[in-house]
């Protein structure tokens, strides 16, 4: 399959290839719409680690994200990152090797940054695409 993503994904933007396929479109999608769908690209150079941080800046809001990465397995774990330096990082998902979409959520209760870590262990360079959105709490 990762050889049909890279090739699809050539032609078609990845927020439109089907999940099954490797890409970040889910049938009957209620937490991304047509006009936040837009995904990011970031390089995965060989033997490379790469960061994605998410800014929380407005406590008791929920975070919702997709990664999906172009050219085989990688490791990739989440953490949310207090603003305070005196709190403790919260591990959303250890450390796994991963090929296939994510989807992910967390609350925050406190300020700080979801931070999602891909490490490409290979020799080939990988691609990751994601996109994120932050819904707000109604007080």
């Known amino acids: 399959m990762p050889n049909c993503l890279a090739c699809l994904s ?7 290839i089907l999940i099954q396929y490797g890409g970040l479109k889910r049938e009957n999608d209620f ?3 047509v006009s936040d769908c837009k995904a ?4 995965l150079k ?20 997709d990664v999906t990465i172009v050219g085989g397995e990688v490791s990739y774990k989440e953490d949310f990152v207090p603003e305070d330096e005196t709190c403790y ?3 959303i998902q250890k450390d ?3 090929s296939s979409p994510i989807r992910n959520a967390f609350k925050n209760t406190e300020a700080g940054k979801v931070v999602l870590t891909i ?7 990988k691609r990751a695409f994601y996109r994120h959105k932050i819904k707000k709490s109604a007080i």
């Open 119 to 125: 490490k490409n262990s290979s020799s080939k360079k």
């Open 10 to 16: 050539r032609y078609i933007r990845i927020h439109e």
């Open 96 to 98: 796994k090797k991963v």
């Open 31 to 33: 937490e991304f719409s």
């Open 46 to 65: 060989p033997g490379s680690t790469e960061t994605i941080g998410i800014p929380a800046v407005d406590v008791e809001s929920t975070f919702i994200w």
């Open 89 to 91: 990082t919260i591990i």
């Open 40 to 43: 990011s690209e970031i390089l």
